[in-house]
């Protein structure tokens, strides 16, 4: 199973909700990434976990908060979002330095 | 620190017409090089990599690109294009000595299939 899957693929959600998104991956990769992406714009990377511990927070408003409850698992919870936080959010697993398997995505609109 | 360069934002090109999407890094020391694609509303995929020893690497689709040392290029080619390969091409580099394999990003370029 060479798969990255992400929910949901798409979430519309008001400035005062909470949601989660979630991505899993059955590679036994050791690092895990979430990435935002602007139209037309290269992924920018927002979290970096290595074996379920957060190695890299690119200074990230804390209205994101990342988890990782497990090797298989990541989660972006969401609170109190801007309509500029409107994006296609993008899960990443890794083993080494060689390759990045990517989700699909979930594409957020804020209102 | 690393940069990546694509310095075209758009190749518009005719189908079946050869291609040619250029890539520049900063930095020849200890890097692996990639080519991503991105096809409208989908993720990114892993179109080919240069890890070690032949610098010119082939994807199943047709794509090849080269690494060029000297020049610092990783220039993605291919010879004749069909319109399925509309889509925005991510040049990206990564320092093989860094331990959270991060991925350094060009900043695309829209390969347009005119037919």
Same mark, same amino acid.
């Given at each position: 199973?060479?798969?990255?899957?992400?929910?949901?693929?798409?979430?519309?959600?008001?400035?005062?909700?909470?949601?989660?998104?979630?991505?899993?991956?059955?590679?036994?990769?050791?690092?895990?990434?979430?990435?935002?992406?602007?139209?037309?714009?290269?992924?920018?990377?927002?979290?970096?976990?290595?074996?379920?511990?957060?190695?890299?927070?690119?200074?990230?408003?804390?209205?994101?908060?990342?988890?990782?409850?497990?090797?298989?698992?990541?989660?972006?919870?969401?609170?109190?979002?801007?309509?500029?936080?409107?994006?296609?959010?993008?899960?990443?697993?890794?083993?080494?330095?060689?390759?990045?398997?990517?989700?699909?995505?979930?594409?957020?609109?804020?209102? | 620190?690393?940069?990546?360069?694509? $310095?075209?934002?758009?190749?518009? =090109?005719?189908?079946?017409?050869?291609? &040619?999407?250029?890539? %520049?890094? *900063?930095?020849?020391?200890?890097?692996?090089?990639?080519?991503?694609?991105?096809?409208?509303?989908?993720?990114?995929?892993?179109?080919?990599?240069? $890890?070690?020893?032949?610098?010119? =690497?082939?994807?199943?689709?047709?794509? &090849?690109?080269?690494? %060029?040392? *000297?020049?610092?290029?990783?220039?993605?080619?291919?010879?004749?294009?069909?319109?399925?390969?509309?889509?925005?091409?991510?040049?990206?580099?990564?320092?093989?000595?860094?331990?959270?394999?991060?991925?350094?990003?060009?900043?695309?370029?829209?390969?347009?299939?005119?037919?």
């Amino acid at each position: 199973d060479t798969e990255v899957t992400q929910t949901p693929k798409h979430l519309v959600m008001g400035m005062t909700n909470k949601k989660s998104l979630k991505c899993e991956q059955h590679m036994g990769h050791r690092a895990m990434y979430w990435y935002k992406q602007k139209a037309k714009k290269p992924p920018e990377l927002m979290f970096v976990y290595s074996y379920e511990k957060l190695s890299i927070n690119e200074s990230v408003p804390s209205r994101f908060s990342p988890e990782c409850p497990n090797s298989s698992l990541l989660n972006l919870h969401l609170h109190a979002l801007q309509p500029e936080d409107s994006a296609l959010y993008l899960c990443a697993s890794s083993q080494e330095s060689t390759k990045q398997y990517f989700g699909p995505g979930t594409r957020l609109t804020v209102t | 620190a690393q940069s990546v360069t694509q $310095l075209d934002s758009q190749v518009p =090109v005719f189908e079946e017409a050869p291609v &040619e999407l250029r890539c %520049n890094y *900063s930095s020849s020391v200890s890097v692996y090089l990639f080519w991503y694609v991105q096809y409208p509303n989908q993720g990114l995929q892993l179109l080919l990599k240069y $890890l070690s020893g032949s610098t010119l =690497v082939e994807s199943i689709n047709g794509f &090849e690109a080269e690494f %060029n040392k *000297s020049q610092t290029s990783f220039h993605l080619r291919k010879p004749s294009v069909h319109i399925s390969d509309t889509a925005e091409y991510f040049c990206a580099v990564s320092d093989r000595m860094d331990s959270n394999y991060q991925l350094i990003w060009g900043a695309g370029t829209k390969l347009i299939i005119k037919p």
